[in-house]
């Protein structure tokens, strides 16, 4: 077991330990987590604290145990389990029992030594995969003829870092843009389209500014009521994809569509467009399919569902004029990435408000029988609201909603000033310069978004994010700038670094040499708990305990030692692999997390 989580290995060594010193709790799994930082010279890298909840279960049981003694028969199991299996013994350097309870785990010098020259010789690798999965991921899904907002651009990076989180473990991963591309706004959309282009079938009609028209449209819906008669009409025709309806709307969607990939571009990110539009087939089967299996009610002429609680809302499958809703097109996608996908795993990202929809969706998949939880993952991945600074919805000055556009404008122009200020006596070249100005406005537009807990409010502020100290992308770009130059700085040829990685090994006697070396290896940890709970903050936390755990080793261990005039004397070839080690486990967070690198800043 080469790459692994070690927590997850130590998880599954110390349950085994649990259910073979008690035999009766045998449904039980042990936790074991990561030492705080601060006690891990006294008290290992990880700990099992289970005794404390077991001597809780026997005390209830009537049945007299003390932690302690409790603690001591795990680790009586594990050890020996050390004394007998290599694999464990060459991770593990030794176990203690410690007050009230606790048993601590250290983990081997040359165990870390050999990962670490692994990852220098051969790269940073995921862990092994217990099976290769094909996951759907539904995010982004901005809505046609609408702004696409700050929550669609939450949703883009949330989802987008998820799948390369997933792609870099080794699943299979579709990438879904479930566009809002159907429905009834799209009847006042043709109609209007129609009367103020005529010629549209012909010449294209000038529609960029897609909202302007958008909003023109929904005036004449809600005050005149031949249009709004002519609009439900529109929509009747369209639905049955009759050839001119199809045209005018193909128009509408493709002036949306390149404006978000003018985004999707800026920020790197690729997708699938599969709008709501592509479900109509699957939505009108959908209900015969639901009625077969007595599942739609009629409630004032709408067909509707039930979750698991009728004191909850139901699901409107049909509604009363015959059309289809938001409701029916996530049934009937659902159904098909199942289906037809063959998705094992599907992850919708959107925001909170959504919550009780998705449950609802989880809840009628089930009913209607082409969800099965044994086989198919279904994961909501909720988000809390963007605030502005003074903690309201996040709008511009007058009120407006920001244009996603100019938000990533804005961030150009002050991470440019950002770097102007720092750089005030580095030389970079204009290209150089134009590198870490991208690369800092998004990376830190990003990354703000990235290390916040998603299921929280998150407030926008441009100096917090661009702040170079603390928890932010543009610290931990200069970090990883600072790092990657030292090992030139040394002046050794990179090749022949890694290559010294056969004979020198990398070194571990400094304790924050070792502390920093096993910081590097909890990257596999934080990579299976993200996958399990899909927070993203994890990782961030992570790569900044990388950065600080760096620094640390570095002002107290010197890599390159110099004379007077400032001339390389001694090299510290297994503290430059050390280095070299740090700033590929950082690039590899940092790919992750979709955010560039630069060599100079
Ligand atoms: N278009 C929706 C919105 O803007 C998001 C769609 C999310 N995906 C889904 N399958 N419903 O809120």
């Known amino acids: 077991r080469d790459r692994m989580s070690i927590r997850d290995y130590l998880t599954e060594v110390f349950t085994h330990a649990l259910r073979t010193a008690f035999p009766d709790l045998e449904d039980k799994t042990a936790a074991v987590a990561p030492t705080n930082e601060k006690y891990v010279a006294k008290f290992g890298d ?13 005390k209830d049981k009537g049945v007299k145990k003390s ?7 795990l680790a009586d199991v594990v050890n020996k389990e050390l004394a007998s299996n290599p694999n464990l013994a060459k991770v593990v350097d030794k176990i203690e029992v410690a007050k009230p309870g606790f048993v601590n785990v250290f983990l081997s010098r040359v165990y870390a030594g050999e990962q670490l020259k692994d990852i220098v010789l051969n790269g940073v690798q995921p862990p092994s995969l217990d099976k290769r999965l094909r996951v759907v991921v539904d995010f982004s899904s901005p809505n046609i003829a609408k702004e696409m907002h700050v929550g669609h651009l939450r949703s883009t990076i949330l989802g987008d870092a998820i799948c390369r989180l997933l792609e870099y473990l080794g699943h299979d991963v579709v990438r879904l843009n479930h566009v809002g591309d159907w429905g009834t706004q799209f009847g006042m959309l043709i109609a209007h389209l129609q009367d103020t282009y005529p010629d549209y079938l012909t010449k294209s009609p000038p529609i960029a500014d897609l909202q302007a028209f958008y909003k ?10 031949t249009f709004k008669k002519r609009a439900y009409q529109c929509v009747v025709s369209l639905q049955k994809f009759e050839p001119d309806y199809k045209k005018a709307w193909d128009m509408i969607c493709d002036v949306s569509r390149r404006d978000f990939q003018k985004i999707y571009d800026r920020l790197n990110v690729t997708l699938t467009e599969r709008g709501e539009s592509f479900y109509q087939k699957h939505m009108e089967e959908l209900v015969p399919y639901l009625e077969k299996k007595g599942l739609l009610e009629l409630d004032d002429g709408r067909k509707i569902m039930w979750g698991d609680d009728r004191g909850l809302i139901p699901m409107t499958i049909v509604k009363s004029d015959g059309g289809f809703t938001y409701d029916t097109s996530d049934m009937a996608a659902l159904k098909h990435r199942i289906e037809h996908e063959k998705a094992n795993w599907v992850v919708i990202v959107t925001d909170l408000g959504q919550g009780v929809h ?3 969706l989880g809840e009628c998949g089930k009913k209607a029988g082409f969800l099965d939880p044994n086989k198919t993952r279904l994961d909501f991945v909720g988000f809390g609201v963007v605030l502005g600074e003074d903690k309201k919805k996040f709008k511009t000055r007058s009120g407006d909603t920001v244009k996603l556009s100019e938000l990533l404008d804005e961030g150009l122009r002050r991470s440019l000033d950002k770097l102007k200020e ?4 580095t030389e ?9 100005q991208q690369a800092v406005a998004y990376g830190c537009i990003k990354y703000a978004d990235l290390s916040h807990n998603r299921n929280l409010d998150y407030v926008f502020s441009f100096d917090k994010m661009l702040d170079d100290r603390g928890n932010t992308a543009a610290y931990l770009l200069y970090a990883y700038t600072r790092i990657a130059s030292i090992v030139r700085a040394a002046g050794v040829n990179i090749d022949d670094l890694v290559k010294s990685a056969h004979t020198t090994p990398v070194s ?3 304790p924050k040499e070792f502390a920093l070396a096993k910081t590097l290896l909890r990257l596999n940890d934080v990579l299976t708990l993200v996958t399990r709970d899909l927070c993203l903050h994890h990782l961030c936390e992570y790569l900044y305990d990388v950065s600080t755990a760096f620094s640390e080793f570095y002002d107290n261990c010197y890599c390159i030692e110099k004379d007077e005039a400032g001339k390389i004397k001694k090299v510290h070839t297994g503290r430059l692999l050390l280095a070299e080690a740090t700033a590929r486990v950082m690039k590899k967070c940092f790919d992750i997390l979709n955010i560039n690198t630069v060599h100079k800043m």
Do not use: G, V, W
Not at 46 to 58: E, V
Not at 422 to 425: A, D, E, G, I, T
């Open 508 to 510: 571990l006697e400094h």
């Open 428 to 436: 970079l070249t204009p290209t150089e310069l134009s590198e870490a």
């Open 216 to 225: 023109q449209s929904k005036k004449r819906f809600d005050e005149d009521e």
């Open 358 to 360: 998705f449950k609802l």
């Open 67 to 73: 932690p302690l003694e409790i603690a001591q028969s």
């Open 422 to 425: 720092k750089n005030r006596h």
């Open 46 to 58: 990880y700990q099992c604290n289970d005794a404390m909840a077991l001597c809780k279960i026997y």
